[in-house]
């Protein structure tokens, strides 16, 4: 029963509800957003293809892993967004 399409594809509309899930949640403080969408992305890319189920432990493996490099980036695209909009909040009035 296990092997036939539709729990197959059941098994992955699961998991990546499991993974939106978890993405909103870790995305709620806004600085952790890059980490977690990194994460989202590469549990996306592996877990999800491959079929073998660990969402969770393969987001807060790749979340915990990637949590120091991407902070700093995001923050500079966050930063920048905040610039831009109040730019453009500016010039619109």
């Known amino acids: 029963m296990s092997n ?11 998991d990546l509800i499991i993974l939106n899930v ?4 870790c995305c709620l403080p806004v600085v ?6 990194t994460a989202a992305y590469y ?4 877990s999800i293809r491959c079929g073998d189920g660990y ?3 393969r ?7 990637n949590f120091l490099q991407i902070t700093p980036v995001w923050l500079c695209i966050l930063l920048c967004s905040a610039i831009m909009t109040a ?4 010039w619109y009035r």
């Open 4 to 14: 036939s399409p539709v729990i197959a594809f059941l098994n992955k509309m699961t």
């Open 22 to 25: 978890i993405w909103l949640l």
């Open 32 to 37: 952790t957003a890059g980490a977690a969408t």
């Open 43 to 46: 549990v996306s890319i592996t």
């Open 55 to 57: 969402v969770m432990k």
């Open 59 to 65: 987001f807060f493996a790749s979340f915990r892993k």
């Open 87 to 90: 730019d453009m909040l500016f």
